[in-house]
Each structure stands twice: as structure tokens, then as C-alpha cells.
């Protein structure tokens, strides 16, 4: 009973002193709910997630991201032993310094700092931990964009209210764009590339099978050669916005800006 709070010790002390002298531990039946509710307070499990969290990121309305400091692991849990599920990297498929959605910070029973953030790779949606100071300085945004794919709008938000929105065409029925809560990477100015208008977006959204991007993979939104096809559904993953409702988005829209797609 040593390493139990005083008042389930106390607890466990009378019911053991109402025992007969005679009944051994085998024989004493302790009651199923305190036999769990011991295991509970007193396994080390319990001790090692100890430590305060506090979070970074609304998605919303405010927003934190990071540069990569080291090529460092990222972990499923805040601690080294935990799997790996990534590693920091300093730079995007494009060359552009990669960038990092931070969600929660956490401080362990050691006094050890460490962040959960979005990774921008294959399958969406994964989540991991790295060491404070593998990442570079805290960049705030108040920015989210969101992109229907059932209605083919798109709309910009800061702190909430609408700044821009516009129409889109995304992925075919077999190369759908991908639901789910990504962000901006990068911003590319082309002179009237064809296929990609005058401006692009690079995202942390990757397509189940090819986008329109270089390379493939990457979702992307950027401009058209083809604005009778917006609304709609021409792309092979991407999404396409006219050139002139690019053009704006570019403008207005922050590296580090959340980007949801319903």
C-alpha cells in the first residue's frame, strides 16, 4: 500500500483489518471495482503520461506552423521509444522550405517540450511528435480555406468571416480529391502555363492515385486554360479555379493556412 494516494491506502488498511488474522492473501476476495481501481493509480503506465498539453492550433481562427530546424524522427507518441511514423524534412517536392501544422505542445514529467503536427505525406492524416527544438520558430496564422467538393465553392476565411470565395472544379469520379484537414505549403507564380494558369497553390493533401501536379501526387490548387469546365468535376485530383479567382486567392492566402475539404 505504499506507493497508493492516503485515502485509498486508508481504504484498503480497513478492510484488511476486518479480515480475520487466519485468511491469506489467496483467500481474500477484494472486490473486482478496488482491485481496478488500484491497478489503475498505481502501474507506471499511469505516471509516465503525466505532464501538462496545451494546444496550438484551432484550425480554425488560429493557427501555428513551423520550418523544419533537424531532418529529425517523428514520433506516434511524445516520447523516443515511440514508433516512428515520419521524419522532418526541410524542403517540399518543389524545393520550397517545408512547412508544418502544429497542434498541441506537451511538457513530460521529465520537463522535456514536445509538438504534435500534421505530416504532409502519404496516407492523409497522419499525426506525429518531435522534439521542440527540432522545429523552427512559431508563424501564426488566422486563415482557413475550405473546398466543397459537393457544391464546387471555395471559400477563404479570416478569423471566421469570408474574405474571398469562388467556384472549383476537383477530381473525377476515379481520381477524386481527397476529403480532409490539410494546409498551404507553398505559392508558385507561373506566366500562363497552360495547364496551371498564372498561379498555384501547393497543399499537404496527396491524391489516392495521380493529381494534375508535377510529378503526380501532390493535390494542388491553380488556375485553368479550360474555365468552361468550372463548376465540375475535370481534374485528376487538383483543384481548378479560374485565373482571375486564383490570381486573389494567391494573394490573400497565407503560407501555413489551414485548408479543409469536405
Not at 48 to 71: C, I, K, M, P, V
Not at 125 to 138: C, K, N, S
Not at 201 to 219: E, K, N
Amino acid at each position: 500500500l505504499e506507493h497508493a494516494p492516503a485515502p485509498l491506502a486508508r481504504l484498503l488498511a480497513t478492510y484488511f483489518a476486518q479480515r480475520p488474522l487466519r485468511t491469506t492473501l489467496l483467500s481474500v476476495r477484494v472486490p473486482l471495482a478496488l482491485a481496478l481501481l488500484l491497478t489503475v493509480v498505481v502501474t507506471p503506465a499511469a505516471s509516465a503520461s503525466a505532464g501538462s498539453y496545451t494546444r496550438l492550433s484551432d484550425e480554425r481562427t488560429l493557427s501555428r506552423w513551423a520550418h523544419a530546424g533537424q531532418a529529425a524522427a517523428v514520433r506516434a507518441d511524445p516520447s523516443d521509444d515511440a514508433k516512428r511514423v515520419g521524419n522532418l524534412r526541410y524542403f517540399t517536392e518543389d524545393g520550397f522550405p517545408e512547412v508544418y501544422l502544429l497542434l498541441r505542445r506537451h511538457r513530460d514529467s521529465a520537463g522535456e517540450t514536445w509538438v504534435e503536427l500534421r505530416l504532409p505525406q502519404r496516407p492523409n492524416g497522419v499525426t506525429g511528435w518531435v522534439r521542440r527544438e527540432a522545429l523552427g520558430a512559431y508563424r501564426k496564422t488566422n486563415q482557413r480555406l475550405v473546398i466543397d467538393r459537393r457544391t464546387f465553392w471555395a471559400r477563404l476565411y479570416v478569423r471566421g468571416r469570408v474574405v474571398w470565395r469562388a467556384r472549383v472544379g476537383v477530381g473525377a469520379p476515379g481520381t477524386k480529391t481527397p476529403a480532409g484537414d490539410f494546409w498551404i505549403r507553398e505559392k508558385l507564380r507561373f506566366k500562363n502555363v497552360p495547364l496551371y494558369g498564372t498561379r498555384a497553390l501547393g497543399t499537404a493533401a496527396y491524391a489516392p492515385t495521380l493529381s494534375d501536379w508535377p510529378g503526380g501526387g501532390v493535390v494542388g490548387i491553380h488556375g485553368t486554360s479550360q474555365p468552361w469546365l468550372i463548376p465540375g468535376r475535370p481534374s485528376h485530383g487538383c483543384i481548378r479555379v479560374r485565373n482571375d479567382d486564383i490570381e486573389r486567392l494567391y494573394r490573400l492566402v497565407n503560407v501555413g493556412a489551414p485548408l479543409t475539404i469536405v
